[in-house]
C-alpha cells in the first residue's frame, strides 16, 4: 500500500484549479440576463460543450473509483453500463430529443405536465429529487470524502465533504448552467488526461497486456458474464440496463438539462452522440486498469481503495496533483449537475 499523502506542490495544484473553478464561475455568472440565461446557458450551446458536459456529468468520482473496484473483483463486465449508453443516446436523439426540444420546456417534469397532467410532474419531480439527492449527490460526497480522508486522517470527513459542497455550489449558483457546463469541459480534459496517465502507468509496470491475458482468469475479461454473475449477468443486458438507461439518459433532469440547452436539435443531436462517443474509450483509460490493478496489488482488502492506490502509487510529484485535480473534478462535476 502507498503512503497516501501529498507534496506541496501537489496540494497547490490542486488549491490553484478549485480557486480558478470558483473565479469562472462568478466571471460566467455576470453575463446572465435572464432565467433562460442561468438555467438553459440561453439555449445558445453548442455539440461540442453538450457531449463533454453530459460525458463529465456521468464519469463522476463514484464512476472513476467503481469501474476500477469492480474490474478488481468482479471483472471488466462493468464496462457494459458505459457502451450500452452510447445504445441509449442513439435511441434517445431519434425518438425523444425532436419532441423535447420543440416544446421548448425548462425540465422534463413541465414536458410530462403537458403532455399528460400536474400529477405526472409532481411524481416525476420528486421522484428525481430524491434519486438526485439521495442517491447521486449523497454518493459522490461520500467516495470524495473518502479519498480526502486518506490523504487528510486528522480532518473529520464531514468537513471535506462539507467544504467540497460548498466549493461546488458556489460556482454553479453563481454561474448558473453554462458556468457548469464551460467548466465540465475544463474537468473533463483533466479527468480523461489523468485517466490516460494512470492507465499507461499501470500497463506499463504490469507488462502490457500481454502480462494481464496470462495471468488473469478469462472470466474476469469477458463482457459476458453467467446469469449468477454478482456484476453484470447477460440477461441484463436486456432487461436492467435498457430500463436504467432510458431513465439516466433520456429522462433524468440534471442529464437532459444540458441537451435542453442547444442551440438548435442538430447541435442537440450530435452533443448527444459525441457524448456516447466519449463513453467507448473508458474501458481502456477507467476499466482495465482495474484489472491491471489485479497483478499489481493482489492483497487489497476493500475494491474501492484500488483507483486510490493506482494514483499514489505509481504517479509522480506534480503529475498527482494534476491528476488528484481530475479526480476532484469528476467529483464536483457531478455535484454541480445534481
Known sequence: MPDFKLHPIDITIVGIYIVFVVWFGFRIGKKHKSAEDYFLAGRSMIWPFIGISLFASNISS??????????????????????????ILVFFVIFILPFVLKSQVYTIPEYLER?????????????????????DTAASLYVGGLMLKLIFPDIPMWQTISALAVVAGIYTIAGGLAAVIY????????????????????????????????????????????????????????????LLGVYFWC?????????????NLWHGRLG??????????????????????????????????????????????????????GFIAALMSQIDST
Open 62 to 87: 463514484t464512476t472513476l473509483i467503481g469501474l476500477a473496484g469492480d474490474a478488481y473483483s468482479t471483472g471488466i463486465s462493468v464496462y457494459n453500463y458505459e457502451w450500452f449508453a452510447t445504445v
Open 115 to 135: 403532455r399528460y397532467d400536474g400529477r405526472a410532474r409532481t411524481y416525476f419531480s420528486i421522484l428525481n429529487l430524491f434519486l438526485n439527492i439521495i442517491v
Open 183 to 242: 467548466t465540465d469541459a475544463i474537468q473533463t480534459v483533466m479527468l480523461l488526461l489523468g485517466s490516460v496517465i494512470i492507465s499507461i502507468a499501470a500497463f506499463s509496470k504490469v507488462g502490457g497486456w500481454e502480462a494481464i491475458t496470462a495471468q488473469v482468469s478469462p472470466d474476469m475479461l469477458s463482457l459476458i458474464r453467467p446469469l449468477d454473475d454478482p456484476g453484470v449477468p447477460w440477461l441484463g443486458l436486456f432487461t436492467g440496463l435498457p
Open 251 to 263: 429522462n433524468n433532469q440534471f442529464m437532459v438539462q444540458r441537451v435542453l440547452s442547444a442551440k
Open 272 to 325: 448527444s452522440l459525441f457524448a456516447g462517443l466519449l463513453k467507448l474509450p473508458v474501458l481502456f483509460i477507467m476499466v482495465l486498469p482495474g484489472t491491471a490493478a489485479i497483478l499489481l496489488y493482489p492483497g487489497l482488502e476493500r475494491a474501492d481503495l484500488v483507483y486510490p492506490t493506482l494514483m499514489f502509487d505509481l504517479l509522480p510529484t506534480g503529475l498527482l496533483g494534476l491528476v488528484m485535480a
